[in-house]
């Protein structure tokens, strides 16, 4: 089912961001299957299309999450948020997700201006209320509670232990008067309410705007109904202001202001933006450039993001957007589920840091885990439709029986067998000699390339690498049809046909793996001596022209000994 036909516009550019993480601990592989892997994949694919692409990304430092990882670490925000953005910078990078840019809320110089601009446009335009209201508060520290300073009940779908502002399990939005059982963070006790003042923006003000997006927007379906059914109950007033000591100070004369930041929602998405005049600066020259992707009909923008962002994406941000007014409105909002998690022989959890139910991407890099293996393993559960399980057992296999089995192993012997008993370089065949089977193969192969396209077209990653996959247990199945070994001594000409088909096929992999496998394709193009054009996304199912010398194979999924394995 497609639910989504999105065709690249040509002469587009597009800019993709994924979401800012907070820089208040390590990534896991949840983050990674959410948004970051996707928005990778993506942006490959759409240069691999000859797209005009940049990729944004970069710590999200304020907020309460790290003041709270400042208090649990005996240093301040400033500190932790430097620590961990290097840590989840280095995490990425290790698995091949290279941004464009990988700024720094709290750092970029741009970041501040721009936001307290951004505010104080709205403002002038009379887009807030300012209003008195009953803010928790902890007595005994003397300090309002905003946000995840307080955990309760979500009043909505009654799971315990959840954060001030917003529930895990059913992603509403949480307030006083919905959060059950409201404790303070900071003391451990039960909270009090005291009146504050703060900055609210209306956003049932726009309530058509957004829903006018959406009708327009690039999105998956299950996005589109949960969107449809928040606007059916009509939005509310935000505040868009706290009571913290860290943050984005409010622009504002008024004394009221005094000690109150953005909420961190306000700054954080424009943090896409900021992100994006570092990286003008740097390439164009200019931060401003940075309008030819935020301001242009030339552009698309695409945020990629996991399940509990999409109230801030979808509504929030959209209803930012327009009021500012400066900007374009994103294309497209392309959000993926949580991963749970299973440690083998027991019951499917949510990925927790404290219970150890998660992998963490430094450690399995550090432990020699291959890049490539965790992508792929990733890529090819990604929870796109549904919440989906991830099971560390599941690796070790998918790397053995499907990318070594399959795929590597199928370069291992074709590549083999011809130097070996065939020639040193890609052999002629006669096309006088195509039997049905071959023709039915290379019109399989042309299949594969066109439906893959339509999935990497419409978002739906999880569906092509699975047919890409497929497609490597097709040649299996080819060889072991042709049995080269043995036709080669009957009939070397007719021989030299299986292989050349064979040919097209590896190389058909080499380009259309390469937004999921960077690393391994990366060899795949090397070993069939693939030029950068050949390697386009169009060009992936041309034929490989004979003659071209073959080098000796390299093992591109050596295997994982499972625990237990005899050695
Ligand atoms: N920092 C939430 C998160 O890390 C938030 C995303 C901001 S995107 C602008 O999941
Ligand atoms: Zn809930």
Redesign the pocket.
Same mark, same amino acid.
């Given at each position: 089912m497609t639910t989504l036909t999105h065709k690249i516009s040509s002469g587009k550019n597009v800019l993709i961001t994924a979401?800012? $993480?907070?820089a208040n601990g390590d990534l896991h592989v949840g983050h990674i299957a959410g948004a970051y892997l996707p928005s990778d994949i993506y942006a490959r694919y759409l240069r691999l299309q000859g797209v005009n692409v940049r990729t944004v990304c970069g710590s999200?430092d304020h *907020?309460v =999450?790290m003041v709270l990882a400042a208090l649990k670490e005996s240093s301040t925000p400033a500190a932790v948020s430097a620590k961990y953005h290097a840590r989840q910078k280095a995490a990425l990078e290790g698995i091949g997700i290279n941004f464009d840019i990988y700024g720094a809320t709290s750092r970029n110089k741009f970041h501040t201006p721009l936001s307290q601009k951004f505010f104080k446009k709205l403002f002038d335009q009379g887009c807030f209320t300012k209003k008195s209201s009953e803010q928790y508060y902890d007595s005994a520290k003397a300090s309002f509670l905003p946000d995840r300073f307080v955990r309760g009940t979500c009043g909505y779908c009654g799971t315990k232990e959840q954060n001030g502002d917003q529930c895990e399990n059913c992603g509403k939005e949480l307030d006083p008067t919905v959060l059950k059982d409201a404790r303070s963070v900071l003391s451990g006790e039960p909270v009090t309410l005291k009146q504050t003042v703060h900055w609210f923006l209306d956003l049932s003000k726009f309530q058509a705007q957004v829903a006018h997006w959406l009708d327009q927007a690039i999105i998956r379906q299950h996005t589109r109904s949960y969107v449809k059914g928040l606007l059916a109950q009509g939005l509310v007033e935000r505040s868009m202001t706290r009571d913290l000591d860290w943050g984005i100070p409010v622009p504002l004369e008024d004394p009221d202001a005094q000690g109150k930041v953005l909420y961190?929602?306000f700054d =954080? $998405?424009i *943090?896409?933006i900021s992100n994006s005049m570092e990286l003008a600066e740097r390439l164009d020259g200019n931060p401003d450039a940075a309008n030819e992707w935020w301001n242009s009909d030339k552009t698309d923008v695409y945020h990629f993001? *996991?399940e509990?962002?999409t109230i801030?994406?979808t509504i929030i941000w959209i209803a930012m957007l327009a009021a500012e007014g400066d900007y374009c409105l994103p294309r497209g909002v392309i959000v993926n589920h949580f991963l749970n998690f299973q440690k083998p022989g027991s019951e499917v959890e949510k990925m927790s840091k404290s219970r150890g139910t998660a992998v963490w991407i430094s450690e399995y890099l550090a432990g020699g885990g291959a890049p490539d293996v965790l992508r792929y393993a990733l890529a090819i559960i990604a929870p796109e439709e549904s919440r989906s399980v991830f099971n560390p057992a599941d690796l070790v296999a998918r790397n053995n029986s499907e990318l070594g089995a399959t795929i590597g192993n199928l370069f291992q012997r074709i590549i083999q067998f011809t130097r070996s008993k065939v020639s040193p370089e890609i052999p002629a065949s006669d096309p006088a000699r195509f039997t049905d089977l071959d023709k039915q193969f290379m019109a399989t192969l042309q299949r594969c390339h066109e439906e893959v396209t339509a999935d990497m077209n419409d978002f739906h990653f999880r569906d092509a690498i699975t047919k890409l996959l497929e497609f490597g247990r097709v040649c299996n199945r080819y060889v072991d049809e042709q049995a080269p070994w043995k036709m080669i001594k009957v009939d070397p000409e007719q021989t030299k046909v299986s292989l050349a088909m064979l040919f097209n096929a590896l190389k058909f992999l080499a380009v259309a793996l390469a937004p999921f496998l960077p690393d391994t394709t990366e060899k795949m193009a090397q070993m069939l001596g693939l030029s950068k054009d050949e390697r386009l996304w169009a060009q992936a199912s041309t034929p490989l022209p004979a003659g071209r010398e073959l080098i000796e194979p390299m093992i591109l999924f050596p295997r994982i000994e499972a625990e237990g394995d005899q050695k």
């Open positions: 979401a800012l $993480p907070y999200d *907020g =999450a961190v929602w =954080a $998405p *943090g896409y993001i *996991g509990d962002n801030f994406h």
